[in-house]
């Protein structure tokens, strides 16, 4: 197929290589030399990159802005590679590779399984992403997302790595820290999983610029107090009134929080809030124009989930007396919000 499309005039040629998916992308540049040096010429933005840990297969997944122009990897350990796949030798290290002529729906979608030898596998999986990185213009950010309880001697954490998500349905503590533990600057921890015992208050997920709890339960009593990221959501959270005082105060002094921008809070423990109710030792104050706009705008989507804004017009205010500065929080039966204005 390479030496057909090296056929085409030159611009011609790149406008079919930028409109290729990704792993099209990935597969033509093992062809040739030349098709590698072209396709790091093609208008191809890969902004992740992202490692799913299921026994026995690794799933890597590009993703682009442009939906359409992503794709994913099956990554095989083989002893040896079967008969439906065709070898690829690596130009730099030598090592091969199966690329199957069959695609597997994994993930709502078709990916391409790659085979690697078991007696290379490491070096095989590290050579493969060197491979996709070096045909991005921009490194992509690269994401962990393993399954409770998977064996984490055979995660990979590659450089760029910033974002890791916890699945499945319950985990250790202690599995929970050793695995964050992997990445010093965590950009985003996202917990899907349940989480026993209690987690410290000095958890890694704490440091973590993002944070999506998605069953906090009992964990939300004490790691919202010591978050020290820009924003965070735990959903199913057993806590009540003292944890929301507790939260504005911590801000308030100036103990707590340097990072924030917005905190939210869903509970599922009775009994329910009431809406906007005063809370201990609270000052609260309403909406004034003249002190802060109406809506907070800051928005993020990281790893598939939206850390949205927030139409702050019935919020309550807090002013901080040391140095004037204003937060909002916004009680209802179900759902504390609180964020802080820059």
């Known amino acids: 197929m390479a030496i057909k499309l090296l056929g085409f005039p030159?611009?011609?040629?790149?406008?079919?290589?930028?409109?290729?998916?990704?792993?099209?992308?990935?597969?033509?540049?093992?062809?040739?030399?030349k098709m590698s040096r072209l396709m790091r010429m093609v208008k191809w933005h890969i902004d992740r990159m992202q490692y799913v840990y299921h026994h026995p297969h690794t799933i890597i997944v590009l993703g682009s802005p442009k939906s359409d122009y992503g794709g994913s990897f099956i990554i095989q350990a083989v002893d040896e590679f079967n008969g439906n796949s065709e070898i690829f030798r690596d130009k730099t290290?030598?090592?091969?590779?199966?690329?199957?002529?069959?695609?597997?729906?994994?993930?709502?979608?078709y990916s391409?399984?790659?085979?690697?030898?078991?007696?290379?596998?490491?070096?095989?999986?590290?050579?493969?992403?060197?491979?996709?990185?070096?045909?991005?213009?921009?490194?992509?950010?690269?994401?962990?997302?393993?399954?409770?309880?998977?064996?984490?001697?055979?995660?990979?954490?590659y450089e760029n790595t910033r974002n890791l998500r916890l699945s499945g349905v319950e985990?250790?503590?202690?599995?929970?820290?050793?695995?964050?533990?992997?990445?010093?600057?965590?950009?985003?921890?996202?917990?899907?999983?349940?989480?026993?015992?209690?987690?410290?208050?000095?958890?890694?997920?704490?440091?973590?610029?993002?944070?999506?709890?998605?069953?906090?339960?009992y964990h939300a009593k004490a790691i919202p107090l010591y978050f020290n990221g820009q924003r965070a959501i735990f959903r199913m959270s057993m806590c009540d009134r003292r944890t929301f005082s507790n939260i504005i105060q911590r801000w308030l002094s100036n103990e707590g929080f340097q990072n924030l921008h917005a905190l939210e809070i869903n509970a599922i423990r009775h009994p329910r809030f009431h809406f906007n109710e005063e809370l201990p030792g609270i000052d609260a104050r309403p909406w004034d124009g003249l002190r802060r706009p109406?809506?907070?705008?800051?928005?993020?989507?990281?790893?598939?989930?939206?850390?949205?804004?927030?139409n702050c017009a019935n919020f309550l205010d807090v002013v901080r007396e040391t140095d004037g500065k204003v937060a909002s929080f916004r009680l209802t039966q179900l759902e504390f919000k609180f964020c802080v204005w820059n």
């Open 294 to 310: 109406k809506n907070f705008e800051n928005e993020r989507r990281v790893m598939g989930y939206h850390f949205k804004p927030f």
């Open 112 to 157: 391409t399984p790659v085979q690697v030898l078991k007696q290379v596998e490491q070096l095989s999986r590290l050579v493969f992403h060197n491979l996709i990185i070096d045909l991005c213009r921009t490194p992509p950010v690269v994401e962990l997302n393993v399954a409770a309880n998977f064996d984490l001697s055979k995660v990979c954490v």
């Open 10 to 33: 030159f611009l011609v040629l790149i406008k079919i290589l930028e409109l290729m998916r990704s792993n099209d992308k990935v597969l033509i540049s093992f062809c040739s030399l």
């Open 171 to 217: 985990t250790n503590a202690d599995y929970l820290e050793e695995y964050f533990s992997k990445v010093t600057d965590l950009n985003c921890a996202v917990v899907s999983a349940r989480v026993k015992p209690r987690l410290s208050i000095h958890s890694k997920l704490t440091t973590a610029n993002y944070l999506y709890f998605k069953c906090s339960l």
């Open 93 to 109: 290290s030598g090592l091969q590779y199966g690329l199957s002529k069959q695609h597997l729906m994994i993930l709502e979608e």
